[in-house]
């Protein structure tokens, strides 16, 4: 599966932004897609993820209650919806899939969309 992420921008602190992934392929429904960001001179990090069928969803504390991750696998596209931003959100956004089906498990995501860059100014 090929992953295309978008959306990122600048915004203020205390604003939203959505981002999209786009996915090739005909076995999107197959793969737990999860979000991590990285901030300049940072580890990659863990965002969250969804189920295959979307129905369930895990996120990581700094963002809980904050971001909501959506599917349309009819459309091959899976969403983050960022609310209430803060600076620290700032970092470049990527998109990723695995197969398998838990969605807490944070490894084996083999595959991996461009970055989008968020930037949230105070």
């Known amino acids: 599966v090929q992953l295309q992420a978008s959306g990122g921008g600048l915004v203020q602190a205390g604003g939203s932004l959505r981002l999209s992934c786009a996915a090739s392929?005909?076995?999107?429904?197959?793969?737990?897609m999860g979000w991590f960001r990285q901030a300049p001179g940072k580890e990659r990090e863990f965002v969250g993820a969804i189920s295959r069928s979307g129905g369930s969803s895990y996120y990581a504390d700094s963002v809980k209650g904050r971001f909501a991750i959506s599917r349309d696998n009819a459309k091959n596209a899976v969403y983050l919806q960022m609310n209430s931003l803060k600076p620290d959100d700032t970092a470049v956004y990527y998109c990723?899939?695995?197969?398998?089906?838990?969605?807490?498990?944070?490894?084996?995501?083999?595959?991996w969309g461009q970055g989008t860059q968020v930037t949230v100014s105070s």
């Open positions: 990723a899939a695995k197969l398998g089906a838990s969605v807490t498990t944070t490894r084996g995501y083999d595959y």
């Open positions: 392929g005909p076995t999107f429904s197959t793969y737990v």
